[in-house]
């Protein structure tokens, strides 16, 4: 039967070479890669039944892990037979060399046209050794180390098997309540494209290895706008905050060649994503000329039912083709009805065509048709997972990723000798948590605790008290976590330590599933009986450094007022207690800048840096409450976007534009001076903003457009410099069409979005 494989294959040859003109046998004498691939394709889609093709398009679930709500009885058995029938294109969820292979070998032995099956997965933030949440990543603003993330996640996913991650999560988000912020870059278009760009990069590689997998930027779009912050929600979002907003790292992927897409669960002015066919087929395919292949999401086919956008699950499968999405996920609807709808002329043929000619060009680039069971090398996934190079690169991606919020008093970096230390908290002794969510490639109990990295500090007396429980019961799967409201019988214990220690290292926050999909919040406190405990902690010793795990950003006004050290150390992954643990010693200078806004309360939420002005943004009679704010809280957040602070102090002068104005192509140099003034060396993000003052439609009081991580020693003085053309200062106008309006601008530099140093220009056609 492996014979029908490379039958196939020879005959896909055979009829390029004549295609050609030319009596070759081999793939690679053809014009250019490209060309030939797609002659490939074209050579194999001629030999497809209808059928066949609609089975291209249908991608299924495996038969254990499921990652979205579980199929119905009897499908595993359908699966089964359809797979050997030829009906499937891709599978998800299915890991490791030995079920790859099984799998794969059914598809190419057992079915008539031998195609191979692409595998997917959801390879988030790792596949066994596990790097940061995305979002903390984001806080790295380090674009090399976020490319070596994924290029390691790549590397262990394609080592067992798999083809395909479902990442980069692109989705730009201003509310923490949602629980995938966690996934994504944060609130920033411009930081957002950036870090799409290098993760893209790092999943796909130059060129496809058995190292790297094919990336899938997600969800297309404007998931991440779901009212109130609850998942899967409406969505009801304007015109220019999806394209000025929610589009640009979408587009930045594919503009570095991302080879997938995959749509979104939520409507988009009153038509769910998944049928949108303005989106998929106007925007992504015609106008960003996106030659990849778009998937579903889980079942986002079939929620156009619930939806009340398509009457059943035929007339979905109706919208979703001739809108563009090219494979369902999970919902049967293309493997059920599409070849159907095809022959009552309801999708036209030529939409099968297309979207299986974008399938099968992946599986040729990927090497899948020259051999299947490339990826199936068992020696090979023996050898990569967990590589000690990797565990460096997930380690130096943690330190990266963390992000020092307070240090009042010089607490940190704690001395390495001669301190009795209080370590308090459950999560600090937990192994799992670290690794937070979308980590289904990873084994439970395999992350390096803070008490562990703290423990290859000897110096010191460490003593370990829990405090209280985070959670009391399982955590993957409950309907609400099973948080501790109410057991506090270890405070007694935790109090009494402190009381005898000279520092408290408290490690407090968010279980790692406590954020995730399906996992929004209403409230932005630590959960359970923490913020107690922190305050009866506080009561008796206040040498507290609060170390937070958590996967969204919290709003902690009263621990910012009163503790004097917060290290913000979200879910570091495999390496976290060791990362946690240098950077509370200062073997590690942290640099990180927050990618989203602190807000003091959940009331403020969505709080994000880039807002509008409004008409009435102040006033100078204070009496006055005729103006754009709250009674009870300021409209500033408790830590803004791009903040982060250094065991090194920087001071910034000498904003200087080389001249007050350019035009058309022209271009603007403006510098800055950032002095190290402390005694230690330090890394810093100088961040440069821009304000356009009047345009056709309004515009924020300040947008992110440009950065630079730099090192610079103590006492020494970097002068830093950004261009300003025309590309930067373009926006999605009123004309409906990105272009540079001319006018009056605010140039702003400094090391957060709270930025002081100023100047202007002005910009003509
Ligand atoms: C999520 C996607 C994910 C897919 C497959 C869905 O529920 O929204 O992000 O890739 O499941 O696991």
């Not at 939420?605 to 006033?619: A, D």
């Not at 403006?670 to 890394?683: I, P, Q, Y």
Request: overall charge neutral; proline content about 5%.
């Amino acid at each position: 039967m492996k014979n029908k494989f490379i039958a196939l294959s020879l005959l896909a040859t055979f009829i390029i070479s004549q295609s050609c003109g030319k009596k070759t046998n081999s793939f690679a004498s053809t014009p250019s890669k490209n060309n030939a691939i797609e002659r490939k394709v074209d050579s194999v889609l001629r030999l497809m039944t209808l059928e066949e093709k609609v089975g291209q398009m249908n991608q299924y679930n495996g038969f254990w892990d499921v990652t979205g709500p579980t199929p119905a009885e009897g499908q595993a058995a359908l699966k089964y037979e359809n797979l050997k029938k030829g009906l499937v294109g891709s599978m998800l969820n299915v890991k490791g060399v030995k079920d790859t292979r099984a799998l794969q070998k059914i598809a190419v032995e057992q079915t008539r046209l031998g195609i191979p099956l692409l595998f997917g997965f959801d390879v988030i933030h790792g596949y066994k050794t596990i790097s940061p949440i995305p979002l903390a990543e984001a806080a790295s603003w380090d674009m090399e180390a976020m490319r070596r993330s994924a290029e390691i996640a790549a590397a262990e996913a394609a080592a067992s098997g798999l083809h395909w991650t479902f990442a980069p999560m692109v989705d730009i988000s201003r509310d923490a309540r949602w629980g995938r912020v966690m996934e994504g870059a944060g609130e920033d278009p411009y930081l957002g494209s950036q870090i799409a760009i290098a993760r893209v990069k790092g999943f796909q590689g130059d060129h496809f290895t058995e190292f790297s997998v094919a990336a899938c930027t997600k969800h297309f779009a404007g998931y991440a706008f779901a009212e109130s912050g609850r998942d899967y929600n409406t969505v009801d979002i304007s015109d220019n905050t999806l394209h000025n907003i929610i589009l640009p790292p979408f587009k930045a992927t594919v503009e570095a060649g991302v080879k997938t897409f995959m749509n979104s669960f939520n409507e988009l002015e009153g038509i769910p994503a998944t049928g949108n066919a303005y989106l998929q087929r106007e925007l992504l395919k015609k106008e960003w000329n996106f030659d990849g292949f778009v998937v579903s999401d889980w079942g986002s086919l079939a929620e156009m039912i619930p939806h009340g956008y398509a009457k059943d699950l035929k007339q979905a499968t109706e919208f979703a083709a001739n809108a563009g999405s090219d494979m369902d996920m999970e919902s049967y609807g293309y493997v059920t009805y599409l070849a159907g709808l095809v022959k009552e002329g309801k999708v036209s043929e030529a939409h099968i065509n297309d979207a299986v000619r974008r399938i099968l060009k992946l599986k040729f680039e990927l090497g899948l048709f020259d051999n299947p069971y490339k990826y199936c090398d068992e020696a090979r996934e023996k050898a990569t997972i967990g590589k000690p190079e990797f565990q460096e690169g997930v380690l130096d991606m943690a330190r990266k990723s963390i992000v020092l919020l307070k240090n009042d008093k010089e607490l940190l970096p704690l001395r390495k000798t001669g301190q009795k230390i209080a370590v308090i908290g459950a999560l600090a002794n937990d192994k799992t948590s670290p690794l937070g969510s979308w980590r289904i490639g990873a084994d439970d109990n395999t992350a390096i605790s803070v008490l562990e990295g703290l423990a290859k500090y000897p110096g010191n007396t460490i003593t370990y008290e829990k405090g209280a429980d985070v959670v009391t019961g399982p955590t993957l799967f409950p309907k609400e976590l099973n948080i501790n409201t109410t057991d506090k019988s270890g405070f007694d214990k935790a109090v009494a330590l402190a009381k005898k220690s000279d520092v408290v290292v408290m490690v407090l926050g968010e279980h790692g599933l406590h954020s995730g999909e399906g996992r929004s919040r209403s409230e932005l406190d630590l959960p359970g009986v923490q913020q107690e405990l922190l305050e009866a902690v506080y009561a008796v010793n206040p040498n507290i450094v609060l170390v937070l795990n958590n996967g969204r950003p919290l709003a902690l006004p009263w621990a910012d007022a009163h503790i004097p050290a917060i290290v913000e150390a979200w879910q570091l992954g495999t390496q976290s207690g060791n990362a946690i643990a240098q950077v509370l010693y200062g073997d590690y200078n942290p640099s990180g800048k927050l990618p989203m806004t602190f807000p003091r309360n959940v009331g403020q939420v969505p709080i994000y840096y880039n807002h509008k002005n409004t008409g009435r943004p102040s006033t100078n009679d204070p009496q006055s409450v005729f103006w754009s704010h709250y009674t009870d809280v300021s409209n500033t957040p408790l830590y803004p976007f791009g903040y982060g602070l250094s065991y090194a102090k920087f001071a910034y002068s000498d904003l200087k534009i080389s001249a007050p104005s350019f035009s058309g192509d022209g271009k603007l140099t403006v510098t800055v001076k950032v002095k190290n003034t402390s005694k230690v060396t330090g890394k810093e993000v100088v961040q440069l903003y821009i304000r356009d003052l009047f345009a056709s439609v309004t515009r924020p009081v300040k947008e992110l457009k440009g950065f630079e991580l730099t090192e610079i020693k103590a006492g020494e003085t970097k002068t830093i410099s950004f261009t300003i053309d025309q590309k930067l200062i373009s926006f999605y106008t009123a004309n409906k069409k990105w272009e540079a309006e001319p006018g009056d601008f605010k140039v702003m530099i400094g090391g957060s979005s709270a930025t002081v140093l100023e100047a202007d220009f002005n910009y003509t056609h």
